[in-house]
């Protein structure tokens, strides 16, 4: 079902912009180790004085300026997902759809491919991206970790679990943007679903951290099944990964089902 010229194609013409993030995060991840070998004694002082309010703990995790919890906030920090999903959300939503609104989509489809292929082909190169960007984070943080002389203090079977479940959750929501940009002749409606479910999730996620009472709300959002402090720690996180599966699989299913069943002017 991949098409290997539109997968080669595709990694062409984004491998340097591609290149550029993993860059941009491998330093992110660097700097996290960093942060805790300078200042994190120095601030689990501050925080053990109880100065800081329990609210603003719960919302970085606990433990922000242990290393395992630097590295967690690093992970789910506004930055790191800003960039990790710039593919996954940004170049899915336009893939199918910007093509389509340029019509350019009926050249492609004119070509002895179908189009599940196209869909299959466009998601396994978004799936190499997110792939790239995360393990360019995790080698930063352990660059970083060896630098500063903390590496120790990493568990290499955690953190390669914490990259799985990143990984799981770029590419569940890299699914369902594409599914609906196959499913849309414009832009505007896959970009608007991909940003409600990363804004409105973040939020969801954040509001029920700082908020016992909106707790209930964080099952909604495809972040609350990303915990990298639970991970690092040790605790029990391994089911989160599953639900990001099942989200990406039901997306998958119905950008398979729906984009050939679309009325466009070339065969399906």
Do not use: C, K
């Amino acid at each position: 079902m991949i098409n290997g010229p539109l997968l080669r194609h595709t990694w062409r013409s984004q491998r340097v912009r591609v290149l550029v993030l993993a860059l941009a995060l491998g330093l992110w991840g660097f700097l996290m180790p960093v942060v805790y070998a300078t200042f994190g004694r120095q601030m689990e002082t501050l925080l053990r004085s109880g100065i800081v309010p329990d609210a603003f703990l719960r919302l970085l995790g606990a433990d922000p300026f242990s290393l395992g919890g630097a590295v967690a906030l690093g992970a789910v920090h506004p930055v790191a997902l800003g960039l990790q999903l710039v593919y996954p959300v940004g170049f899915a939503a336009f893939a199918i759809a910007g093509e389509r609104q340029r019509g350019t989509l009926e050249v492609l489809l004119s070509r002895p491919v179908s189009r599940r292929s196209v869909f299959a082909t466009l998601l396994l190169a978004i799936a190499g991206f997110a792939a790239i960007t995360t393990l360019a984070q995790v080698a930063g943080t352990v660059l970083g970790a060896a630098a500063y002389d903390v590496a120790g203090g990493l568990d290499a079977g955690a953190l390669s679990f914490l990259a799985l479940n990143t990984l799981a959750l770029l590419v569940a929501l890299a699914a369902v943007t594409l599914a609906a940009s196959a499913s849309s002749d414009r832009v505007a409606a896959p970009v608007a679903i991909g940003l409600v479910l990363v804004i409105g999730g973040y939020v969801l996620e954040v509001l029920g951290t700082i908020w016992p009472d909106a707790a209930f709300l964080q099952p909604i959002s495809p972040f609350h099944y990303l915990r990298p402090l639970e991970i690092l720690a040790g605790r029990d996180a391994t089911t989160d990964p599953a639900v990001l599966v099942a989200l990406g699989v039901a997306a998958v299913a119905f950008g398979l089902w729906r984009f050939p069943r679309r009325d466009l002017a070339a065969p399906t």
